[in-house]
Every structure is written in structure tokens, then in C-alpha cells.
């Protein structure tokens, strides 16, 4: 089991900043995928940014040039530095922990609100 915590959410103007945090704790092994995703109020839960345990990163079209998603493994927490918010932005933030190898799991943290007013 991998619990995971997320912190960092909260209301900021747009053009403003967050930073979200993800610290992971129990059984992490193998090789896996860290990310955030989010969902807004009547839509689906979509992949924001993630990033591999050996650093590799991926991001949506939508956020590319805005956010930043990094890794401390010696401390099993993932950040998520949001720059120049817009109202868009605005939803529920989840972090994941995906494990691939050796066996396939997945693990969600219960999820951060960000508001972003225009």
C-alpha cells in the first residue's frame, strides 16, 4: 500500500502562482510513475503532468510552459509548481503513484482545491 498526501491548494488570483506538494509514504518499489491530475466541477478527471522515477516528465498541452512537475526521491514527494494560474485551472488537483514493474497498481491521494478567481 502506498498512502499519499497532497498539500499546497487553496485560492489565488489569476496570474498567480501555487505549488502542490505530494509526499508518499508505505511500500514504493519497483518502477513507477508519479503525476497530478485533476478534475473540474461536471468533467472527467484528466492527467495534468507526471514524472517517472528516474526523472522523465510529461505534460498536457494545456499547462505546457505553465507548470513545472518535479521529484525528490530521497524524500518520495512529487511538486507541482503552477505559474501564471487562469480561472480554467480551477478543480480538484489528485496525485497518483503508478506502479508498472513488477506488478501493475495504482494509488490516489484524497485531493487538493484550487481556485483560481478572475
Known amino acids: 500500500q502506498v498512502h499519499l498526501v497532497e498539500s499546497g491548494g487553496g485560492l489565488v488570483q489569476a496570474g498567480g502562482s501555487l505549488r502542490l506538494s505530494c509526499a508518499a509514504s508505505g511500500r514504493i518499489f519497483g518502477v513507477y510513475v508519479m503525476g497530478w491530475y485533476r478534475q473540474a466541477p461536471g468533467k472527467q478527471r484528466e492527467l495534468v503532468a507526471d514524472i517517472t522515477n528516474r526523472g522523465a516528465t510529461n505534460y498536457a498541452d494545456s499547462v505546457k510552459g505553465r507548470f513545472t512537475i518535479s521529484g525528490d526521491n530521497a524524500k518520495n514527494t512529487v511538486y507541482l509548481q503552477m505559474n501564471s494560474l487562469k480561472a480554467e485551472d480551477t478543480a480538484v488537483y489528485y496525485c497518483?503513484?503508478?506502479?508498472?514493474?513488477?506488478?501493475?497498481?495504482?494509488?490516489w491521494g484524497q485531493g487538493t482545491q484550487v481556485t483560481v478567481s478572475s
Open positions: 497518483s503513484h503508478s506502479r508498472t514493474w513488477p506488478s501493475k497498481e495504482d494509488f
